[in-house]
């Protein structure tokens, strides 16, 4: 064998090894992407000044929602960032003497199951605004367990009645590299078993589940099978965890077993798998007359 033939035989079988790892580069190029969490709320510092002390007196002002969004707020969704977050203000139309920001009480109670969500966390702070009372909330989730709390802000002062702000804060599961590993594991599983399962039915192969025969096959597929694994794990991502406001850890296997199960389905990846154990008919073995 001469040189030059040896170098271009060295040169092929690299090409080969190379291909699914550009795969996964392909591959990795959304995941680190997505593996980035939310930074929308960088550089904010809750001021973490706590509560004046309630002192109860006759009721000379009420506070009433000046609008659908204090009098129904929507939810406090953070993603999977923990960083602090200025919440848009809310406003009550004030009845009375115009109450005293600086000796306006508040407690707030954010519930999950037996979790709660530490008022330490949080911080409030209140102005008069032509008549009305304004609320601003900064809540700071950093080391707050994940999940979907529920409760109320309750406002007070001297004078003025109790009232409920009714709050949802939804902190999503950070730990993307864990999410991510599962979704990928699964998905390479899953093109493997379809892969094995339709040499299976093919009576003509051998069909035992050669890891060195699946490897060569994904190299000659390897372009079918990443746009398959990306469209069905991409789907799979973005729909039971991208759009959800509220991801917990224990909801990782479902997500993972459903990447299995979209993979495995995915039309593009039973195409290639089918060329594979369904040689083009020019090359089949012809029968003997």
Sequence with gaps: MSLAKARVESRSGIARWLRPVAALAVMGIPLFLFLIPSASGAGVKCGGVPSPPYVATTTVTTLTPANERTTTPPAINFGTSRESQ???????????????????????????????????????????????????????????????????????????????????????????????????????????????????????????????????????????????????????YITRFQSTASFVPSERWGLWVATFTAVISAALLLNAVGMAVEPPTEDKPKTAH
């Design 86 to 236: 200025n919440v848009a203000p809310y406003t009550f139309t004030v009845t009375g003497p115009a109450p005293d920001p600086t000796e306006m009480s508040w407690d707030l109670l954010l519930v999950n199951g037996n979790t709660t969500f530490p008022d330490s966390h949080a911080s409030v702070q209140f102005s008069n605004t032509i008549g009305n009372l304004r609320v601003a909330l900064c809540l700071a989730p950093t080391g707050v367990p994940t999940g979907s709390y529920s409760g109320s802000l309750t406002l007070a002062g001297p004078g003025v009645k109790p009232v409920q702000l009714p709050l949802t804060v939804n902190l999503k599961d950070n730990n993307l590299v864990v999410i991510w590993a599962g979704i990928v594991i699964f998905a390479v599983a899953a093109v493997f078993f379809k892969w094995w399962t339709l040499k299976v039915a093919d009576q003509e192969a051998t069909n035992g589940a050669s890891v060195r025969e699946f490897w060569n096959w994904l190299t000659k597929q390897w372009v079918t099978v990443v746009i398959a694994i990306l469209g069905a794990a991409g789907g799979v």
